[in-house]
């Protein structure tokens, strides 16, 4: 049977394309090749990597304004680095609103110098600061959409006289937005886009090429550009499984027809969360994300009982991180209402015995 998979990443994928990869992993294309075999300089991978790119940039609606697609590798960790790398010359803006933008703020501060605009830490991040300024001498400003420990997400986004940056790794391609506020978005694929391996980098080309440091080539987007992602062997099966990610998105009807259905699973979680008395929420009810629901149970007692229900539901990966405890329901666009609604009468259920 197949579990309700709430895992917050490496996380749940489309069926369809779980079939398709895995008929590729046979036999790519009919040509006696696996996927995982094929030269990436073929003009099979080299097809799909271009429509990848190109699929990236329709789904946000940036064809035509000036902005490239890149798959590469490192995760949206090697990213912390990266942006600094091209866009620091002497200083940028961070809002400090979870654990992985305290780490981008790491990484970037061993270049040169950052300014916190905003931080939630003082209460655990359970919020997303509303009110601080972006000096417009800056290089960039820098801010992470989803914070998938926390459970929070910015439902807006601040006007910016310079470049902004995001780290959209956990909500990538959920929901509509006006793209072209952004300089650069990076998004590890492993929670919206396909496997772990990959990692989406979406630039305005007119941002590049600034700073006066010696970038090494590997780090360079400019380099990544020119080379059309392959500028080293790229990873070809996570890219090919987030082309079908991106086909299956697109046949959806898009980032509106997701959208949509990512605020219907929302509503029936939280909706549950605040009604039941055994539960509550984490994160600010304001700026609660629709692809996080963090939550506790208020009575311990019956974590054993709850947990065991949950399991014979075939429910999986619900546990919160251990920043916050409790759980953590993770709703990413594959994610069908049905396992939700799965979830929602397990705890329902748990109310009535308790």
Not at 295 to 301: C, G, M, P, S
Request: net charge negative.
């Amino acid at each position: 049977m197949k579990k309700h998979n709430f895992s917050a990443g490496p996380s749940i994928l489309p069926q369809e394309v779980i079939m398709k990869s895995s008929e590729a992993v046979l036999d790519f294309n009919n040509d006696g090749l696996s996927i995982l075999e094929i030269s990436h300089r073929s003009k099979a991978f080299i097809d799909v990597m271009e429509k990848a790119r190109s699929l990236a940039l329709e789904l946000m609606g940036l064809e035509g304004k000036g902005y490239k697609a890149l798959f590469l590798q490192g995760g949206a960790s090697t990213q912390f680095l990266m942006v600094a790398m091209n866009l620091l010359e002497k200083r940028a803006g961070y809002l400090n609103t979870g654990t992985w933008s305290s780490k981008a703020i790491k990484e970037a501060k061993k270049l040169d110098d950052i300014y916190e605009v905003a931080s939630s830490k003082e209460a655990n991040f359970n919020y997303i600061p509303k009110e601080y300024d972006i000096p417009s001498d800056y290089d960039y400003f820098h801010c992470t959409s989803n914070n998938t420990i926390f459970g929070t997400q910015l439902k807006s986004f601040p006007k910016c006289e310079i470049p902004m940056v995001c780290d959209m790794s956990s909500d990538i391609f959920s929901r509509q937005l006006d793209y072209s506020q952004f300089g650069l978005i990076y998004a590890g694929a492993q929670k919206n886009m396909g496997p772990a391996g990959t990692t989406l980098v979406v630039v305005k080309e007119d941002i590049l090429g600034k700073v006066s440091r010696n970038i090494p080539s590997i780090m360079d987007y400019k380099v990544h550009i020119e080379n059309g992602s392959m500028f080293n062997t790229p990873p070809v099966f996570a890219v090919y499984t987030s082309m079908l990610t991106l086909e299956w998105l697109k046949n959806l009807g898009g980032l509106k027809g997701i959208e949509d259905l990512n605020e219907k699973k929302a509503r029936l979680m939280y909706s549950e969360i605040d009604l039941n008395p055994l539960f509550k929420g984490f994160a600010a009810k304001e700026d609660r994300s629709f692809m996080n629901a963090t939550f506790t149970l208020e009575n311990e007692n019956l974590k054993e009982t709850f947990e065991t229900m949950l399991k014979e539901a075939g429910i999986s990966g619900l546990n919160g991180h251990r920043s916050v405890g409790g759980y953590r329901a993770s709703m990413y666009n594959a994610l069908p209402i049905e396992s939700v609604k799965a979830l929602v009468e397990v705890m329902s259920e748990l109310e009535s015995k308790a």
